[in-house]
């Protein structure tokens, strides 16, 4: 069984900086393409970053591009979402998740198997 646990969120002023991280459990990380997405309230759970399990690829969502990156520590089974310039936005609840599949690079959720409980990232002014 997979488990994902997502860390770092937190409190952030407009403009700054965060850096989450997703800690997996479990066989075959190192074979996955992970993902992350995240729920503003009342909104539906949108994709935000994706990258392969050899990290040669990685995909974003057009909100985030360019202030964003995706990277992944096999040996460590850890993915993070480094993130830049917040805006209000950019403030919901944060999820990885795994996709067994591995390739290609998907944007929707129901490409993944596995999710993490989120992590919150909140900007205020």
């Known amino acids: 069984q997979v488990q994902l646990v997502e860390s770092g969120g937190g409190l952030v002023r407009a403009g700054g900086s965060l850096r989450l991280s997703c800690t997996a459990s479990?066989?075959?990380?190192?074979?996955?393409?992970m993902g992350w997405f995240r729920q503003a309230p009342g909104k539906e759970r949108e994709f935000v970053a994706a990258?392969?399990?050899?990290?040669?690829?990685?995909l974003y969502a057009d909100s985030v591009k360019g202030r964003c990156a995706i990277s992944r520590d096999n040996d460590k089974k850890t993915v993070y979402l480094e993130m830049s310039s917040l805006k209000f936005g950019d403030t919901a609840v944060y999820y990885c998740?795994?996709?067994?599949?591995?390739?290609?690079?998907?944007?929707?959720?129901?490409?993944?198997?596995?999710w993490g409980q989120g992590t919150q990232v909140t900007v205020s002014s």
């Open positions: 990258i392969s399990w050899s990290s040669s690829d990685t």
């Open positions: 998740a795994a996709d067994e599949v591995g390739w290609p690079l998907y944007s929707t959720d129901r490409s993944y198997e596995h």
């Open positions: 479990g066989r075959g990380f190192s074979s996955f393409a």
